[in-house]
């Protein structure tokens, strides 16, 4: 149980493009998903926190206008990465949560982004 | 300081040995510790969850919380190749919000 997939798994795309990436839990409802960024040899950081049904609320320093979240049914939470530039070239992962077991989160398997 | 502290590593350990794996953090009102460990190239696993202090085992994972000491270990008994990846401790207070750990790149040799 507590599967989370993400679509796609790499994309490439060009300077000034928009990407969209889906987030989905396949086995439970999600009330809560979030969305990560990670390095090379980094931790994961924290973009934001999007809740079914309402505005995500974003960290500190991320751009909302840049990376929109959409979470519109309780299996499937959206990240688009609007006018992508080459900084924005990272692996970004979500993660859900499951509305019995609050403090849990379960990752999918990340989607890298690659802007040329 | 930061939130969480971990030891980036490598560790490289022969199989079948004791992989021991800690984090320490300041934030006392932390009452939930996780430890995930991630291949490369790929989304974090849970592996062991704990609330408050203690002991868990399962299996060859075991994990420790001294939240009067304010640290968290991780044990792998009998270790194997498959297990080479990197370990992350996160943390919570309860609210939505994971603190992690950089994470600590571990190698089992055969």
């Known amino acids: 149980g507590a599967v989370v997939s993400q679509h796609p798994s790499r994309v490439i795309c060009k300077s000034g493009t928009s990407v969209k990436i889906e987030c989905r839990s396949l086995?439970?409802?999600?009330?809560?998903m979030f969305w990560y960024r990670q390095f090379p040899k980094q931790s994961l950081m924290l973009m934001a926190t999007?809740?079914?049904?309402?505005?995500?609320?974003?960290e500190q320093g991320v751009e909302k206008d840049k990376f929109l979240i959409n979470h519109a049914s309780l299996t499937l939470s959206t990240l688009t990465v609007t006018s992508a530039h080459p900084e924005d070239s990272s692996f970004y992962i979500c993660?859900?949560?499951?509305?019995?077991?609050?403090?849990?989160?379960?990752f999918g398997p990340g989607t890298r982004l690659l802007v040329l | 300081q930061k939130e969480v502290e971990q030891d980036p590593g490598p560790l490289s350990v022969p199989e079948g040995a004791i992989v021991s794996l800690n984090c320490t953090y300041s934030?006392?009102?932390?009452?939930?510790f996780m430890w995930y460990r991630q291949y490369s190239r790929k989304g974090p696993e849970l592996l062991m969850y704990?609330?408050?202090?203690g002991n868990k085992e399962d299996g060859r994972f075991t994990a420790q919380v001294d939240k009067s000491s304010k640290y968290i270990s991780l044990f792998i008994r009998d270790s194997q190749p498959s297990d080479s990846a990197t370990y992350l401790c996160?943390?919570?207070?309860?609210?939505?919000?994971?603190?992690f750990g950089k994470g600590n790149q571990v190698v089992v040799i055969p």
């Open positions: 993660s859900a949560r499951a509305g019995t077991d609050k403090e849990t989160q379960y």
């Open positions: 086995d439970f409802q999600a009330t809560t």
């Open positions: 999007s809740n079914e049904g309402s505005k995500a609320t974003y």
């Open positions: 934030n006392s009102a932390f009452q939930y």
């Open positions: 704990t609330y408050s202090s």
């Open positions: 996160a943390m919570s207070e309860g609210s939505n919000r994971l603190a």
